[in-house]
């Protein structure tokens, strides 16, 4: 019963997290689609410079990516019985995870906007945070986990 309430619970954490994401992409591409007079009828709107995507987004996508096949190494490796391969795993990703949190704080002190400058700026500030509060919130989690491997609390 207990485990049958834990899993419902990740469950509907993980339809809630789907619902907040929706709903930072509906504001996107509502606002992106059809602009408004008040911020000139153009996207990104008049007097914002928008981020390339070509830069630093593009490198936290390739590290997000590189975090995910790292810990699902880490996982078949604890599967597998190797504790060694497993470990190396979760410190790769808690590695990539603080690159990723780091890059996205240079990229906010940086950022040729703010988020009082219209909706762009308000769904970007919204969208990308609330982002990086969950890569924080995981790397506690996976930095709890790798704890608990080297403390052999982990079988197959």
């Known amino acids: 019963a207990v485990q049958q309430g834990l899993r419902m619970g990740m469950i509907l954490f993980i339809v809630s997290e789907i619902m ?3 709903a930072f992409f509906w504001a996107f591409f509502t606002s992106s689609l059809s602009p408004v007079f008040n911020i000139g009828g153009v996207w990104p709107p008049a007097g914002i410079e928008a981020i390339s995507p070509w830069g630093l987004p593009l490198l936290n996508t390739i590290i997000l990516l590189s ?5 699902t190494w ?8 190797f504790k060694k ?16 949190t780091g890059l996205q704080g240079f990229e906010y002190v940086n950022a040729p906007f703010a988020m009082s400058d219209s909706v762009y700026g308000s769904v970007f500030f919204m969208a990308t945070g609330f982002h990086g ?11 709890v986990c790798a704890f608990r491997l080297y403390l ?3 079988s197959r």
């Open 20 to 22: 907040f994401f929706f």
């Open 67 to 71: 975090s995910g096949a790292s810990v």
């Open 74 to 81: 880490a996982h078949h490796a604890i599967v597998g019985g």
């Open 85 to 100: 391969d497993a470990l190396l795993g979760l410190v790769i990703t808690i590695i990539f995870a603080v690159i990723f």
């Open 133 to 143: 509060f969950h890569v924080l919130i995981g790397t506690i989690f996976l930095f």
């Open 152 to 154: 052999d609390h982990f």
